[in-house]
């Protein structure tokens, strides 16, 4: 039987505390002379009565144990909440035209997607702009709680290796899971001050440096300007967005750990490794095409290194509109927006660690083909891969390649052309936000689609960031039966 009372009780701590995140952008909004303080006013407002309302009437007595139906439920039910209390600002103030667009604007914004519905961000609230970058932030530090936590012990595409390969080291140096979540979330934080205060001393002002460091570390890649980072036409904050935009794509409590006194442990992690190795050749590969192309080398480099970093992190951010550098550059972003960032991080996509994991059980089956005699077993971080964690991989995949087709044939009906089907099927999927083609690609937005085309990508942004299982398992028959 499904408890409900813990259920309802932890959504009402997670609205509390959402309504007191509205309160700097109130503040901002306040003393800037904005009319939209208003709106936050009001959002808090419902918020907090709603988090205290579930809190109190949902107090429980005694320790509860949560049954893994209940945790998929737990899951799912804070998620979705905590999207439509987001959305609250939006729907108060005069930032979005419709209410679609509210949802749509903050359930990109808490899925760390980056996706947006609006123009003319120059001229927006800089409350509305600021609580669009802590959404991100939330999302950000709650997607990485949950995938160390929760989807392990979900046994979620492959998620369970990591309940070991994490969780028990990391409880040598801090015994306690609190300890461990805490220490995350300064890490998180510290990271974030520090982008900030580069970011300011690059040249960008207070509110616009908060924001971008506040979108940068959490991968979301939501601006303060509509032409995203080409705005600022500087060497230097490319750089420190680089730098913090690969930081927010590696597991975060390998640099827990770093600080803890094991700073070896994160080079020694495979996954690492062939992170920033893709993110080197990738880079490289465009560069030298661009180069030949007729593009001046340096400038090659700089344009080449920024966006296969902001795409292949799923952050989103653009330096140029890329879609402009012809055939080759489209379809190595297309799929370099398959891979992601490592698991335990900000990043979306579909993680390097599955793709190592499909290989190496690839290599193994081929050379049992070749040796019918011979043992070979499939490992990763040179430890042997239990048959559960790769049937689960396989499993993610099998349901990414469902949902990406079934969105993308969807999209279709409302006549969007190929490009423009799947670039936003694989962006909402994976979190990354802009798509590719001259309607969703760095330089356009979603506002053009449908409503019901909304409507679908946002639910493949909550399909994609609670990683498939979590959501569809709750519309299995099986799942309801006690």
Not at 27 to 50: C, K, P, R, V
Not at 109 to 122: F, K, P, R, S, Y
Request: hydrophobic share 50%.
């Amino acid at each position: 039987m499904i408890t409900f009372h813990p259920i309802f009780f932890s959504s009402g701590l997670f609205l509390t505390a959402l309504s007191l995140a509205m309160v700097p952008p109130l503040i901002t909004d306040y003393m800037h002379e904005d009319i939209n303080w208003q709106a936050f006013a009001i959002s808090i407002g419902i918020t907090l009565f709603s988090g205290l309302l579930l809190t109190l009437a949902n107090r429980p007595s005694g320790n509860v144990r949560l049954s893994v139906r209940d945790t998929f439920l737990l899951t799912a039910i804070n998620w979705l909440l905590m999207a439509f209390f987001s959305a609250l600002p939006f729907i108060y103030s005069n930032s979005t035209n419709t209410l679609t667009d509210s949802f749509f604007e903050a359930i990109s914004g808490l899925t760390t997607t980056g996706a947006t519905v609006l123009h003319g961000l120059d001229f927006t609230s800089p409350g509305i702009v600021l609580w669009r970058s802590l959404l991100q932030w939330f999302g950000g530090i709650g997607i990485i709680i949950t995938a160390l936590t929760v989807m392990p012990i979900l046994k979620i595409g492959g998620m369970q290796l990591f309940r070991n390969e994490f969780s028990d080291r990391s409880e040598k140096i801090l015994p306690h899971a609190s300890q461990i979540a805490t220490a995350i979330l300064l890490t998180y934080l510290f990271f974030t001050v520090i982008c900030g205060f580069c970011l300011w001393f690059a040249g960008m002002d207070i509110l616009e440096a908060v924001c971008h460091a506040l979108s940068t570390i959490s991968t979301g890649g939501f601006s303060t300007v509509s032409t995203s980072i080409s705005h600022f036409n500087s060497v230097a904050i490319e750089i420190i967005l680089m730098v913090f935009m690969i930081i927010g794509s590696i597991t975060l409590i390998l640099f827990v750990r770093l600080f803890q006194g094991e700073p070896q442990e994160l080079w020694r992690d495979t996954q690492v490794r062939t992170f920033l190795a893709i993110i080197v050749i990738a880079s490289i590969s465009l560069t030298l095409w661009r180069w030949n192309e007729g593009t001046e080398f340096l400038t090659s480099l700089r344009e080449s290194a920024f966006n296969t970093i902001s795409v292949i992190t799923t952050t989103g951010y653009s330096s140029s509109d890329y879609h402009q550098w012809g055939s080759f550059p489209i379809t190595f972003f297309f799929l370099l927006m398959m891979i992601g960032g490592c698991t335990g991080s900000t990043s979306g996509g579909i993680k390097v660690f599955r793709y190592q994991i499909m290989f190496s059980v690839a290599r193994s089956q081929i050379a049992q083909m070749r040796r019918p005699h011979g043992v070979f077993l499939a490992s990763y971080n040179h430890k042997p891969i239990p048959e559960g964690i790769f049937i689960s991989v396989f499993t993610f995949f099998a349901l990414f390649v469902l949902c990406f087709g079934s969105l993308a044939i969807t999209l279709s009906l409302y006549d969007l052309d190929f490009l423009t089907c799947t670039s936003a099927a694989i962006a909402a999927l994976n979190n990354i936000g802009p798509g590719l083609g001259d309607l969703i690609g760095p330089d356009g937005t979603y506002a053009p689609l449908p409503d019901s085309a909304k409507w679908l990508l946002m639910i493949g942004m909550i399909l994609g960031r609670l990683e498939y299982v979590t959501i569809l398992i709750l519309f299995s028959p099986g799942f309801w039966k006690n």
